[in-house]
C-alpha cells in the first residue's frame, strides 16, 4: 500500500510538470517565434518478486514470466518542436525579417558569446548596428571584402553588422569619363549653316560631384556631309561660364577640343553692278540713288510727291541724315471725296464740312498737316484758282551706308564700300565664323577674292550616299580633354585637377533627312550600360534586405552599395539547443557546435529571409486545451490513489481493536 501511495505522488508530480509545460506553451501563445513544449513521460523502476524462469525441456514445464511491481512515474522527456514553423505575421517594418527553413539568426551581447534565435524583430540604434528589439543583442554576419572594393561579400568569422555607419551614409561623387552622341543631325538641318551653329550641350560631374554644362555646336563645311564640331563654352551649375569663373582668357584654357584648321577658297569676281575701284586709294566706290542710300527713304516718302535734295546738301556724314524738298498737288476733287472737305469758290477757301450746316472750320495750315498727313511744311499750302492745292515740303531720311558724296549733276550719291559690299553679287557672306577675305583687284575692277575659312574643333564626316555615320578625326570617338592648370589673366594658376577627360563616342550619329528637325544630342556615360556617365554626391534614402540577407544601401544620386550579409547558423539536431530565455537559444553538445562563421541561408536551396514580417508563435491551442483536459484527469486519478490507499491502511490500522 505504501508503495502505491508513492507511485501516486509520483503521477502527480509528473503530472503537475505537464501542466507546467502546458501553461508555459499557452503563456507564450503570442510570442514572436517561440517554439512550443511537450513532455514525454517513462516508467519508474520495478521491484521484482519473483524473476522469470525457462522452460523445463526434461520435464516439459513451461517458463515463468517475472513477477514486477512497478513504483510510479517520471518525466522522461520535454523536447521542443524547435522545427515547425510559426504563422506569419506582417508588420511592415523594413528591418523585421522572418526565415523560412531551419535556420537561426546569429546575435551576440558582447562580441564573444553566441546566441541563436529565430525572433527577427530587429532595429537600427544610434550607432547604426542592427540588433534585437528586445535585448539590443547585436545580429551577426558578415562584411564586404575591402580586396573586391566591397562589391562581394566575405564570408570570415561572423562580427557585428554596423548598417548605418557614418562611412554608409554618403555615396563618394565620381567624375563623367564617358560619353556618347546619337540622334540624327538632318542633312538640311538650317542653324548648322550658320555663324552660331547647330547647339548641343553634354552634362557631366566633376571629381567633387559638381555639375557643368558643356556646350557644343556643329558646323557646316564647304564639303557636303562633312561638319566642324567645336567646344563653345563650359558652364557651371549657376549657369557662369568657367572663363569668367577662372578668370582665364579663352574656354580653349580649361579645355581642348580639336586643334585649329583653316581651309582656303578662291574664286574671280567682277565688281558688282554700279561700282568701280580707286587703284591709286584701294577702295571702292558705288553709284546709288535715293532709293538705294536711304534707309527709310521708301517708308517715309508720301505718294505723288517729287523729292530733290537739299541744294545745300554735299556731303553725309557716315550714319548722317540728308534733308529731301519735295512739291505736291491735290485736286479739288480729291479734296473733296477723299478728305471730306467742302470748297468755297467766292473765297477760294476750304473748311471742314459740318454734317448740320454742310459747312464748318476754316482749314488752316495746322489743319492742312493733320488732313495730309504731313510732318513739316517748307511754306504754307496754296489753293489754286481751280481749287487744287499745291505744297512744298521738307523730310529727313537716314543714311544706309558709309559716308557718302552728293552728285548734283547726276542727282546720286557716291558711296565708299568694303570690299565684301562690293562682291555681295558673288554670294560672298559677311565675314564671321572664322571667315576672312583676301583679294588682289586689277585696274578694270575684276577681282581674286581668296577666302580664309579657320575652324576649331573636330571633323565629323558622313557618308552622302547611306547618311551614315564616317567618322569624327578619323575615329569613333573624341576626348574633351581638361588642361591640368590654367593661367588666369593678372597673374596666377587656377589648378584643373577636378575635371576628368571626357571619351565621347559619335558611331551612332546619321545624318538623315527629319524634316529639318535634328535629333542629335549627347549624354554621359557609354551608351550600353552608363558606365563613366559620373554623379554627385548621393545621400542614403534606403535600406533594403534580400532573401540570401544581403543589405544594401540605395542613394539619391542613383547608385547601390552593399553594406553586409546576415549570415544564420545551422544544426545537426536543433531540437538539442539549450533556452536561454528571451526567445534566445545557447549550443549544447547534444546539439553540436557552431563554427563561428555561419553559413548563407539560401544554401541548400531551401531557406530565405523576408522582410517586413516576423514568425508567431507555433503553440496549437486546441492541441494545448486538449492536453490540459488529459493532464487534469490524470492528476484527478493519481489522487485518488493516494486517498484509496490511505483508507486502506486506515482498516489496517483498525485490525487491532
Known amino acids: 500500500m505504501m508503495r502505491s501511495m508513492y507511485s501516486g505522488v509520483a503521477g502527480l508530480k509528473t503530472h503537475q510538470t505537464k501542466m507546467d509545460v502546458i501553461g508555459n506553451n499557452i503563456a507564450n501563445v503570442n510570442t514572436t517565434s517561440y517554439k512550443s513544449q511537450s513532455i514525454n513521460f517513462s516508467d519508474l523502476m520495478y521491484q521484482t518478486t519473483s524473476r522469470a524462469s525457462g522452460p523445463n525441456a526434461t520435464t516439459g514445464r513451461a517458463g515463468v514470466n517475472a513477477k514486477q511491481i512497478g513504483l510510479g512515474v517520471q518525466s522522461a522527456a520535454i523536447s521542443t518542436s524547435i522545427t515547425t514553423a510559426g504563422s506569419t505575421q506582417t508588420t511592415g517594418n523594413p528591418f523585421d525579417i522572418k526565415i523560412s527553413g531551419e535556420a537561426f539568426f546569429i546575435v551576440s551581447g558582447d562580441g564573444r558569446s553566441n546566441y541563436f534565435t529565430r525572433d527577427g524583430s530587429f532595429y537600427v540604434d544610434a550607432a547604426g548596428n542592427l540588433a534585437m528589439s528586445s535585448t539590443g543583442y547585436n545580429v551577426m554576419g558578415w562584411l564586404p571584402d575591402p580586396s573586391t572594393e566591397g562589391t562581394t561579400i566575405k564570408k570570415d568569422s561572423v562580427q557585428a553588422l554596423r548598417v548605418l555607419s557614418a562611412a554608409n551614409m554618403t555615396y563618394p561623387p565620381e567624375s563623367t569619363t564617358e560619353a556618347y552622341v546619337d540622334g540624327i543631325l538632318d542633312k538640311l538641318e538650317p542653324d548648322a549653316g550658320t555663324s552660331a551653329g547647330k547647339s548641343m550641350n553634354l552634362s557631366f560631374f566633376d571629381a567633387l560631384g559638381y555639375s557643368y554644362t558643356a556646350k557644343f555646336s556643329i558646323h557646316e563645311t564647304e564639303t557636303k556631309g562633312q561638319y566642324t564640331v567645336q567646344l563653345d563654352d563650359i558652364l557651371n551649375a549657376d549657369g557662369d561660364s568657367l572663363v569668367d569663373v577662372y578668370g582665364v582668357n579663352n574656354i580653349t584654357d580649361i579645355a581642348n577640343f580639336g586643334g585649329s584648321k583653316t581651309e582656303q577658297t578662291t574664286q574671280l569676281c567682277q565688281l558688282a553692278k554700279n561700282a568701280s575701284y580707286d587703284s591709286t586709294n584701294k577702295v571702292f566706290k558705288m553709284t546709288m540713288g535715293p532709293d538705294e542710300y536711304l534707309i527709310d527713304y521708301n517708308e517715309k516718302k508720301i505718294s505723288g510727291v517729287t523729292y530733290t535734295v537739299d541744294p545745300a546738301t554735299t556731303s553725309v556724314a557716315a550714319g548722317g541724315t540728308v534733308k529731301m524738298l519735295g512739291e505736291g498737288k491735290v485736286s479739288k476733287d480729291d479734296l473733296e471725296s477723299v478728305y471730306g472737305l467742302v470748297y468755297q469758290a467766292d473765297t477760294k477757301k476750304y473748311y471742314i464740312r459740318d454734317h448740320v450746316t454742310g459747312t464748318g472750320k476754316e482749314v488752316d495750315d495746322t489743319e492742312w498737316k493733320t488732313i495730309l498727313k504731313i510732318d513739316d511744311f517748307k511754306s504754307a499750302p496754296v489753293i489754286n484758282d481751280d481749287g487744287s492745292v499745291s505744297f512744298e515740303i521738307e523730310q529727313t531720311f537716314t543714311a544706309d551706308n558709309a559716308a557718302a558724296d552728293y552728285d548734283s549733276a547726276s542727282k546720286t550719291f557716291k558711296v565708299t564700300l568694303p570690299a565684301t559690299d562690293t562682291w555681295k553679287a558673288y554670294d560672298l557672306e559677311e ?46 570617338a573624341v576626348t574633351l580633354d581638361f588642361n591640368e592648370t590654367a593661367s588666369v589673366k593678372g597673374g596666377g594658376t587656377a589648378q584643373l585637377g577636378n575635371f576628368s577627360d571626357i571619351n565621347i563616342d559619335w558611331s551612332n550619329v546619321t545624318w538623315f533627312a527629319n524634316g529639318g528637325s535634328s535629333t542629335i544630342s549627347a549624354q554621359s556615360g557609354t551608351e550600353d550600360k552608363g558606365i563613366g556617365a559620373g554623379r554627385k554626391l548621393g545621400q542614403m534614402s534606403g535600406v533594403s534586405i534580400q532573401q540570401d540577407g544581403t543589405i544594401y544601401a540605395t542613394y539619391d544620386n542613383g547608385m547601390t552599395r552593399l553594406l553586409g550579409q546576415i549570415a544564420v547558423a545551422k544544426f545537426a539536431n536543433a531540437a538539442g539547443l539549450e533556452k536561454a530565455g528571451d526567445n534566445l537559444y545557447a549550443a549544447t553538445l547534444n546539439s553540436g557546435e557552431f563554427d563561428g562563421i555561419g553559413i548563407d541561408i539560401t544554401s541548400d536551396g531551401v531557406g530565405s529571409m523576408s522582410t517586413g514580417c516576423l514568425e508567431m508563435s507555433n503553440v496549437d491551442l486546441s492541441a494545448e486545451f486538449t492536453e490540459m483536459i488529459t493532464t487534469q484527469r490524470g492528476f484527478q486519478a493519481n489522487s485518488r490513489i493516494i486517498t484509496v490507499s490511505d483508507t486502506m491502511l486506515e482498516e489496517l490500522v483498525n485490525l487491532k481493536r
Open 431 to 476: 565675314p564671321g565664323n572664322g571667315k576672312e577675305y583676301s583679294y588682289d583687284v586689277a585696274p578694270d575692277g575684276q577681282a581674286q577674292v581668296t577666302t580664309t575659312i579657320t575652324r576649331n574643333g573636330y571633323n565629323l564626316i558622313f557618308n552622302t550616299d547611306s547618311g551614315k555615320f564616317v567618322s569624327i578625326n578619323g575615329g569613333d
